[in-house]
């Protein structure tokens, strides 16, 4: 996720960007930059990599290496600046393409967190009135936005830009013309403030500022925060003055970094709601986006805008998806380990909702096999970092049999999407912990949305399912909020079982393929055996090893194969297995059967991978945690799996 700093006070402000920038280093990032209120306007400087490089280009040009003392560089002196660590999202790393972005004619810099959805359109508009843009951010738009806006208020210009962004943000602004104040404004993406003594800082997350302050303000969503050297004075969306509550911050520089949560792996798992919203979100077009509508706006003005917006469609244009795709004779899923598990789900979604044929490979199997390869298939390669190289040689593999590709990835500019025909984005941030979690159900997402629009070209799905469709996809970020509140339920669990000899979870269809991912999530962090099997498997083998030592996971959401499961569980009960169903919230048909039931809300049978994966990761979790492991590195396992 990207990074934001700024300050202004009486010290330098370089020195303190810089810093700001490094304690942030921890959420993962590819280019940095800052921008300062020199002497004679802004100065910005941006470098594609590590912080280690845009420094160096700063000491270099302004300063002996390694000092910061800035003292013959008096461009570059300033008292009020802002900074940002870019995770990319719209145009591959690169100088250009970093943070801050400015307007047309330099008096305007912005740092910017999350995604502007309707980016393209204030493009198009603003080009129309003159801008040329330099970059392929999100982000330019909205510099360009509030200067033409800019009629000698900074804090009036950004309220009328904001209230015409859709997405996220998180900003941090200055203006040449207004030298003694930083205006920060958020939705969906996190700032805080913090207050020192003649000086004031802005973050978005909490390491930042400890060396300076532990007082601090959180930004609401739409809260405006202009900042100056000796005080702050917050607004709400429609300019007028508020009052907030400070916070003292408690936490240990460490336990900053990771949000407070006492693991990545626990942090990430939290972010999935927000991941979730985030890659589907930009993938819908038309009807009533419900967050939206729920933010602000009069109820008059939201049902016109919800009547003239029409249906709610699945848009996939901005990845250059069109009816050719659809045409497909038959669809292969190659990737490797979760991504392979989001594969098989995606085998089941596509049968389910597209009806055509797919094939689904484990990339290094697949390299190394014979395979039948066809001018009229469609690859969809998955991979969180884009850089796995058995994935990689699947993929060139496929290309060079004629197949057309499509990547699924969390990293632009990774190797993947840069080879990949087409590339859809799962927006879920930087995944630090090595076990993946928001990863894998971004792909879920990405999946989905891809196989129903197959569906919907293909004439499978109808107006009216796709509508239910999507009403479940959207209602997919909730629901997951709800699970995770329940956390201490498996928590509790997970002590009483984190010394099992082994652990089996089993399941039909959809469950079988997400009980592969929970057995994986558990073997990765908590070093205990388990396995994963089709619930239908159980007599052909896997019942031999079924006795008072084991615990069975039964999955059970496949509404018509409840007897089937039922059945299943009877049989390890018999053998003395402690067993946990994971089903339906609004079905009581296993607790008479399980030891213990965990509970997921209703949505469409082939959606459930999404949300019951999430109990799964949590006891993963929690038992690695009692055994005394750091789930965030786990033994002989590495994030990228770069060599074979
Ligand atoms: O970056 P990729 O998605 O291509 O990585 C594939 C696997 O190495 C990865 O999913 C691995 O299985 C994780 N440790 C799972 O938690």
Redesign the pocket.
């Known amino acids: 996720m990207c990074g934001i700093v700024g300050y202004i006070g009486d010290k330098e402000a370089v020195p303190i960007l810089l810093k700001g920038l490094k304690k942030l280093e921890y959420r993962g990032y590819d280019s940095a930059g800052i921008a300062v209120q020199g002497k004679t306007g802004l100065v910005v400087r941006k470098a594609k990599g590590l912080i280690k490089n845009l420094e160096e280009k700063i000491n270099a040009e302004f300063a002996g290496p390694g000092t910061h003392e800035f003292k013959d560089a008096e461009g570059i002196r300033g008292f009020a600046g802002i900074g940002h660590t870019r995770w990319a999202t719209h145009g591959e790393p690169s100088d250009v393409n970093s943070h801050p972005q400015t307007d047309v004619s330099g008096k305007i810099a912005v740092v910017h967190n999350g995604i502007i959805e309707n980016h393209g359109k204030l493009k198009e508009w603003l080009t129309t009135r003159g801008v040329t843009f330099q970059s392929e951010t999100d982000t330019e738009a909205v510099a360009n936005l509030i200067s033409y806006h800019y009629k000698g208020d900074l804090l009036q210009a950004v309220l009328e830009t904001v209230g015409r962004l859709e997405g996220s943000w998180g900003l941090g602004i200055v203006c040449t013309n207004e030298p003694d104040r930083i205006i920060a404004v958020r939705k969906e993406s996190p700032l805080v403030v913090g207050i020192g003594k003649g000086e004031n800082l802005i973050a978005s997350d909490v390491p930042a500022l400890l060396e300076y302050t532990r007082e601090v303000y959180y930004l609401e969503d739409r809260e405006i925060a202009v900042l100056h050297k000796d005080h702050v004075d917050f607004y709400n969306d429609e300019g007028q003055a508020i009052q907030k509550e400070k916070t003292h911050i408690e936490w240990d520089a460490a336990s900053a970094e990771k949000g407070g949560y006492e693991h990545f792996m626990l942090k990430e798992i939290h972010e999935q709601p927000k991941a979730l919203t985030d890659t589907l979100r930009p993938r819908l077009s038309g009807g009533a986006d419900t967050k939206g509508a729920a933010s602000g706006g009069s109820a008059d003005a939201k049902g016109a805008a919800l009547s003239a917006a029409g249906a709610r469609k699945i848009n996939l244009d901005e990845i250059g998806f069109d009816a050719s795709w659809a045409q497909a004779n038959r669809v292969v899923i190659t990737?490797?380990?979760?991504?392979?598990h989001a594969g098989v789900i995606g085998k089941y979604a596509f049968e389910h909702f597209a009806r055509i044929p797919v094939d689904v490979d484990v990339a290094s199997e697949f390299r190394y096999r014979d395979p039948i390869l066809n001018p009229k298939d469609i690859f969809i390669i998955?991979?969180?970092?884009?850089?796995?190289a058995d994935?990689l040689a699947a993929m060139r593999m496929a290309k060079k049999g004629g197949a057309r590709i499509i990547a699924i990835t969390n990293v632009v500019g990774s190797t993947l999407a840069r080879e990949a025909d087409l590339v859809m984005y799962t927006w879920a941030g930087p995944e630090i912990a090595?076990?993946?979690t928001k990863?894998?159900t971004t792909q879920l997402m990405c999946i989905n949305l891809i196989a129903l629009q197959f569906g919907v070209l293909r004439g499978v799905i109808s107006p009216a399912q796709l509508k239910e469709y999507i009403g479940a996809l959207e209602a997919l970020p909730a629901q997951a909020e709800k699970i995770l509140k329940g956390k201490e339920n498996i928590q509790r669990f997970a002590s009483q079982q984190f010394n099992k000899g082994k652990v089996f979870f089993m399941g039909r269809l959809f469950d079988y393929a997400a009980s592969l991912e929970s057995a994986?999530?558990l073997k990765?962090i908590s070093y205990t055996h388990s396995e994963a099997f089709a619930a239908g498997e159980l007599k052909h083998g896997p019942i031999a090893l079924v006795d008072t030592s084991t615990l069975v996971v039964a999955l059970c959401t496949q509404s018509a194969l409840f007897d089937k499961m039922e059945s299943s569980i009877t049989q390890v009960k018999a053998r003395g297995a402690a067993v946990a169903a994971i089903t339906y919230e609004d079905s009581d048909r296993f607790d008479r059967l399980a030891d213990e039931v965990f509970r997921i809300p209703r949505t469409d049978d082939g959606l459930t991978p999404i949300l019951s994966v999430i109990p799964a990761q949590l006891f993963a979790y929690y038992c690695a945690v009692q055994r005394g492991l750091d789930p965030d590195k786990p033994r002989n396992?590495a994030?990228?799996?770069t060599v074979e």
């Not at 990737?335 to 392979?340: D, F, I, K, P, V």
């Open positions: 990737a490797c380990g979760t991504a392979w998955i991979s969180q970092s884009g850089e796995t994935t090595v076990a993946s990863a894998f994986l999530k990765e396992l994030k990228s799996v």
